[in-house]
Nanobody, 123 residues
Framework: QVHLVESGGGLVQTGDSLRLSCAASGRPLSNYWMGWFRQAPGKEREFVAF????????MYTDSVKGRFIISRDNAKNTVYLQMNSLKSEDTAVYFCAAGQVGSFRTANGYDNWGQGTQVTVSS
């Protein structure tokens, strides 16, 4: 198991930027693909972004393409989500997750989750 801890959330205004971090411990992060998911009040958890083990491949949900950037530093055992041009609809709890098997677009593809960090975008 790998232990994940997110940080960097907060309250911002529309158009602002935030960078979320996900620090891992327990096992080398390089063994896992990584994803960011989010869950807004009353909604299901949804896929936001994916990055492969080496960082060469990234994928995003359509609503954040061009605004969010996922990256990783395996030497620091950390994954990042740079969020730019934030909108009110980005308000949610953001979770990072580590996986090895299955679909990277669904929660089933991940078996290690962080506790989440709140992002609130005020208009």
């Amino acid at each position: 198991q790998v232990h994940l801890v997110e940080s960097g959330g907060g309250l911002v205004q529309t158009g602002d930027s935030l960078r979320l971090s996900c620090a891992a411990s327990g096992r080398p992060l390089s063994n896992y693909w990584m994803g960011w998911f989010r869950q807004a009040p009353g909604k299901e958890r949804e896929f936001v972004a994916f990055i492969s083990q080496t960082g060469r491949t990234t994928m995003y949900t359509d609503s954040v393409k061009g605004r969010f950037i996922i990256s990783r530093d395996n030497a620091k055992n950390t994954v990042y989500l740079q969020m730019n041009s934030l909108k009110s609809e980005d308000t949610a709890v953001y979770f990072c997750a580590a996986g090895q098997v299955g679909s990277f677009r669904t929660a089933n593809g991940y078996d290690n989750w962080g506790q989440g960090t709140q992002v609130t975008v005020s208009s």
